[in-house]
């Protein structure tokens, strides 16, 4: 598959994502040919997975939504069902992978990016990493196992993250927990082919470098200060109750979202606090994707977002205030029979 490339080099596994001028935004096809691969390579002569992309812009953008949203403005809802089902089986088999997994995390990891790149074991960031949760604002609830990171963030970051869509850099990122080593990009060609010929994934540890400052961890106390309200709409009330540079900038980026996801992401990062399995995580995001083209925002948000460009969604709540707690209950109540399914 040209938009893919999977091997076994020396002692590792690799697979190279190969759709640079699309930012590596993940296909339905890549997603079957991953869990594939990682179904295949749970018994290979390999020592570690090694995960890297094409290009300087992007390790992976997000998932292609396209064809979801092509065929749920008829009414088939089904595609983006089997493909949401299809990712997060491949998810937690990444997750659960009982070997060293490393990632390279060049330019933007976004979406389902941070589902293949953020859940290994030794996950690499460098000067150009950007990395972010922005479902929100599409009408989806951050996802592929992402939420699970938002849950364990410190303190309330993790809701600041799924429900603004901050981009975190480098040091943001390993603050956060969606990456654990900074090393400049300069060598990572060098330890890619360390890391081939050995199978030694403690050549990452070697290559660690400091990680850089966190504007994300300054932030933190003013976070964990707003964001302490049972829901959105109280964290909204209490930012325009004060007049700062925090407040107005948090306040924009929230204006931009969907309320409906973005009070079911306050949410389900809350639920997970304590949760340690991604299996958990997914079972929850399950229950809002599954819905989100016919009782959701998504259509609206990938209308306005990629569609006509127009930056102008319509929403189905003006506001978080209009959101009521059976909104919320209805896109996160357990899907019985249509559960995910793990085989």
């Known amino acids: 598959m040209s938009d893919i490339d999977i091997r076994i080099e020396g002692r590792a596994g690799r697979i190279t994502l190969k759709r640079p001028d699309a930012l590596n935004a993940l296909t339905y096809d890549m997603v079957r040919a991953i869990e594939a691969a990682l179904d295949d390579w749970l018994t290979a002569d390999i020592d570690l997975l090694l995960f ?56 933007f990891t976004m ?15 460098g000067d150009t990493s950007q990395i972010a949760m922005p479902e929100c604002g599409i009408g989806l609830i951050p996802d592929v196992g992402g939420s699970l990171m938002l849950g364990h963030a410190p303190g309330h970051v993790g809701e600041y993250l799924g429900t603004t869509a901050y981009r975190m850099g480098p040091g943001d990122a390993i603050f956060a927990g969606f990456a654990d080593y900074y090393i400049p990009q300069e060598v990572w060609s060098d330890l890619k082919d360390t890391l081939v010929k050995t199978g030694d994934y403690t ?13 994300l961890a300054g932030m933190q106390p003013l976070i964990d200060h707003f964001f302490d309200g049972n829901d959105l709409a109280g964290v909204i009330r209490d930012l325009k109750r004060e007049d700062s540079e925090f407040t107005k900038d948090t306040l924009k980026r929230l204006s931009r979202n969907a309320p409906l996801a973005m009070e079911c992401t306050m949410n ?5 606090r304590s949760a340690q399995s991604i299996r958990q995580a997914l079972d929850l995001e399950y229950r809002y994707t599954f819905r989100a083209l016919e009782q959701g925002d998504f259509i609206e948000g990938i209308r306005a977002a990629i569609i006509d460009k127009d ?20 896109m996160l109540r357990p899907l019985g029979k249509d559960a995910l399914i793990w085989d």
């Not at 070697?206 to 400052?213: G, L, N, Q, R």
């Not at 389900?268 to 997970?272: G, Q």
């Open 111 to 125: 979406g389902g990016g941070v589902g293949v790149g953020c859940h290994g074991s030794h996950r690499i960031v």
């Open 52 to 107: 890297d992309a094409d290009g300087d812009r992007a390790f992976c953008s997000g998932g292609d939504i396209a064809d979801m949203y092509t065929a749920g403005t008829t009414g088939d809802f089904a595609y983006g069902q089997q493909f949401w089902r299809d990712e997060y089986r491949m998810n937690a088999k990444l997750f659960e992978f009982p070997k060293p997994v490393v990632s390279f995390l060049q330019g």
């Open 203 to 215: 050549e990452v540890d070697k290559a660690a470098h400091p990680a850089p400052s966190s504007p």
């Open 268 to 272: 389900v990062t809350r639920r997970l």
């Open 311 to 330: 930056r102008a969604p319509k929403w189905r709540h003006a506001s978080a205030e209009e959101v009521a707690a059976i909104d919320i209950s209805n």
